[in-house]
Structure formats: C-alpha cells, structure tokens
C-alpha cells in the first residue's frame, strides 16, 4: 500500500504522482548515453563539452584571503544581509568594469548565495496569481519554475537567429502585457552566445516603463567578454535603475561555482523587497567567502585572464566547427558555442530531427559530450570549460574534435 504521503504532494512539484514520472530528462539522457558510450569504447576519451562549469580553481590569492578570513572569531556568525565591505566592493566593481556610477551600497545592493537562489526568491516579492513574468526561451528556467508554484504564469519569447538571439516585446499580447509583473533577462546569454545592445536595454526599459514591469538582469556572463568587446550591463544604460536590478555571479568570472557568491543592484525597492524576501529564506553567506568576493571584485584582472583562456578556445573549436561543414560565427562572450544541429549524415541513412538526436549521436559516434536545445529550432550548445592541463593540451583536444567530425560528413539544408 501507498503512503498516505504520496497524497501529500504540492501540485507544483507534481502532486499525487510526484516520483512517478517515467520521463527522461535530457540531462540525464546524456548521463546515460555517456555511461553506455564509454563502457562500449573504454579505450576512447570522451571529450565533455557540454560542462557549463568553470574548470579553472578560484585563484591563489582568493583562497588565501577565504583560509585567513575563516580562522577570524568575528566571521563565524550569520550575515543575514551581508557583509557590507562586500557591497562597498561590489558598488566599485560595477562602476570600474560597468561604468554604472553612483549605486548605493547600502540601500541598492545586496549579496545572494548564488545567483540561483536569487533568481528562485525573486518571484516570491511580486508575483500574485494569475501575474505573468516574461522570460525567453532556451534559457535558465528557474524564476519562471518559482513563478508557476506561486500561481503565476511565465510567457516565454523565443531567440531565435534572424533577431541576433534577442526577444520580441512587440509580440506580446495587449493582455500578457497587462499582466505581466516581471522581464528576465539573460546576456551576455546561456546557450547562444548573444549579447545585449545599449539599444535593445533602451527599448526593454522603454517597454518596462510603458507597462508597469520590472526587469530582473541575470548578468552571470557579464564580464566575459573577449575581442574587443565591452562589457555591458543593464545598469549602464540610462534609466534602468528606474525599472529593475541585476544580478551579477562571481562563479563564472571568478571560478567560484561552488562557493556560491552574488549580488544584486539597482532599483533600491526592488533590492529592500529582494532582503526582505531573502531574511525569511537563509541566514547570508559564509562572512569569509563574502571577504574572499571583495578580493575578485577589486581584481577584475582575474576574470580578464579566465575570459582570454576562453576567446582561445573558442577559436580553436569555431575552426573544428567550420572545417566539418558548420556555418558558424564565434560569439562576443561566455563559454557557451550554440550550433545548428545538421539535417542527416552525408549518406543520408542517419537522419536528426532534433538538436536532442544529433547531440545523442554525438556521444554514441563520436564520443563528444555536447547539450541539447530544441525550444526554438535545432540546435546543441559546445561549452568551452572542458578540462585541459595547459594550451598544447587545448590544442590536442580540438585536434581530436576536427578529426572526429571529419570533413563532409552532415547535410544541413
């Protein structure tokens, strides 16, 4: 017999048929499609490119700050709110690689545990029943996961090619946009690549005005940037304090996923309702990881290095792409490549209706690990954060990669 706690379960996680689901996620399709792979060719390397996690170690210097600022009696208590030597730096931080000048560290920033869990209790400060938020498609699912399990609903704009990867407002309903509460935003993005324009963050903030929307910046990726070009953030556009805030990680431009730093700045509404929301949700982040962040903000030289790394590999890998048949541009910023998926093999008896079949014959063919996106076309995202000893060792790994794929080897059109 069934507990009666299989009775229990919220809607929002499934309801009465919560464990039961056969499904099969793509991420774990992957896991197992790997396992399977490399228990058939044991003697080959599977070569993971689908990874969207640093490689690379927090620098030297962070963990010794982190290792000094641990043995300190002081530091070992809740921070709720934050450390306010973290928000100091952070408002620095944003005027020195942003431009954005003037934030107040005290009542227009706060610290997050991850730009996770901010993106998760967001939601919880404005959405109602029945409220919309905006997001786009692919993209990170978690504020729009939070909004469905408070009643809300999510409307999600596809970015497609043919509009740089950038949504559509002008798509929207009369009655979606009544209703919607919040615009997240995602750039430089996760999968595609894309990054924002000043001109596209005028007509966001334009739109958010016009409608009574906040807009929530999810800048993880922000700073990554290579070959000449700036970093942007939302903030450094005129107006945007007005409408919304951003959130800025310190795990992907300081390869620091795991020790779970943020912080978000702007609106100071927005912020105050974000602390609020947040003191009844945790106790604030280690006080040692927090003085370890000050560090990392007051050194963006650290995140200059790791995005050089990753403009070289993305070089190499765009040059792989190319010489298999794929038509393809290197992008602006993050570590993320996002590729067409082909139509079939050149012999035509493998035919990939999804970027999911073409990504599936990947690891099974070619032993190459990539993700899957097919919310808005075909399509596979390469992750450049695959483990490499040095830059001969990168090179041997694309190497690899061109041979694999070979020459002429998929149809496309």
Known sequence: ????????????????????????????????????????????????????????????????????????????????????????????????????????????????????PVLALLPMAFINPGDITIMTTPGYPLLGSTTKGLGGEVVNLPLLEENDFLPDLDALTDDEKRRAKILCLNYPNNPTGAVATEAFYKKAIAFAKEHDVVIISDEAYAALMFDGEKPLSFLSVEGAKD????????????????????????????VKAFAAVKDNNDSGQ??????????????????????????RRHNLL????????????????????????????????????????????????????????????????????FIAKDEADEERVMAEIKQRLGSGEFIFD
Request: glycine share 8%; with cysteine; net charge negative.
């Open 1 to 116: 017999m069934e507990s009666f706690i299989q009775e229990m379960f919220a809607e929002r996680i499934g309801g009465n048929q919560f464990g039961k689901d056969t499904n099969i996620y793509k991420f774990e399709k992957i896991k197992r499609a790997k396992r399977a792979a490399m228990e058939a060719s044991p003697d080959v390397e599977m070569i993971d490119m689908g990874v969207g996690e640093p490689d690379w170690m927090a620098e030297p210097e962070v963990v010794e700050v982190l290792y000094k600022e641990a043995k300190n009696w002081e530091n070992r208590g809740y921070t709720d709110n934050g450390v306010q030597a973290f928000k100091d730096a952070a408002a620095r931080y944003m005027d020195n690689v942003f431009g954005v000048k003037g934030l107040d560290a005290v009542n227009e920033i706060n610290h997050g545990i991850g730009s996770k």
């Open 318 to 385: 765009v040059d792989a792409l190319r010489s298999a048949g794929f038509t393809i541009d290197k992008p602006k910023a993050t570590f993320y490549l996002y590729v067409k998926a082909p139509k079939s093999t050149k012999d035509g008896s493998i035919t990939f209706d999804s970027g999911e079949a073409f990504s599936q014959y990947l690891i099974k063919e070619k032993m190459i690990s990539t993700v899957p996106w097919d919310d808005a076309g075909n399509f596979i995202r390469f992750s450049v954060t």
């Open 243 to 270: 409408v919304g805030i951003a959130i800025q990680s310190l795990s992907k431009a300081y390869n620091m996923t795991g020790w779970r730093l943020a912080f978000v700045a702007g609106n100071e509404l927005v």
């Open 286 to 311: 280690f006080a040692a990881i927090q003085h370890a962040g000050v560090y990392c903000l007051d050194h963006p030289e650290i995140t200059e290095k790791t995005a050089a790394k990753y403009s």
